[in-house]
């Protein structure tokens, strides 16, 4: 099958092995490689496509643990309001801090020297029915200044 591209909204937090994702796919009907895709399936590219409004929370641990499922009750203001708050705890006035998106996704983050790197413990619980169980992952310190101008970019993409 052709590859197809996805556009939306996304927020990446953590390293190329280690993550976690909140995005919103997007797929554009009119697109060439998702009409050969939708054609090899079956079915129209508008179907194929999808409403493209259903957030999803993805992450990986170290390229071999990674998973996902769909959060269909959230919308673009709470991802938006997660951001915002993430955005303003990144400042440290406060030290260490916890910024939670609902009842699935917990950040608890850890400052380096200077307030300069941060790296975070994810707790990432499921709704009811999904697999897996609860797990946490630990994101490696980062530099403050990266995940601000990707949170900007991110606030800037549901706009």
Same mark, same amino acid.
């Given at each position: 099958? $052709? ?18 994702? %909140? ?33 999803? %929370?993805?992450?990986?641990?170290? $390229? ?25 705890? %990144? $400042? ?58 990707? %949170?900007?970019?991110?606030?800037? $993409?549901?706009?």
């Amino acid at each position: 099958m $052709s590859p197809v591209a996805m556009g939306g909204p996304a927020l990446f937090i953590g390293t190329d092995t280690t993550y976690v994702a %909140l995005v919103r796919p997007g797929l554009d009907p009119a697109d060439p490689d998702v009409r050969l895709a939708a054609e090899q399936a079956g079915v129209s590219a508008e179907e194929f496509a999808g409403p493209g409004n259903v957030w999803a %929370l993805m992450w990986d641990q170290d $390229s071999d643990e990674g998973g996902g499922f769909e959060l269909p009750g959230l919308r673009d203001a709470e991802a938006e309001d997660f951001a915002d708050r993430l955005l303003a705890e %990144l $400042s440290f006035e406060t030290g260490p801090f916890i910024v939670a998106a609902g009842e699935v996704l917990r950040l608890q983050a850890r400052p380096g020297p200077g307030g300069e790197a941060c790296g975070f413990q994810v707790h990432i619980t499921p709704p009811e029915g999904e697999e897996p169980a609860p797990l946490t992952l630990e994101i490696p310190p980062a530099p403050v200044a990266a995940l601000r101008a990707d %949170l900007e970019d991110f606030r800037r $993409s549901l706009a």
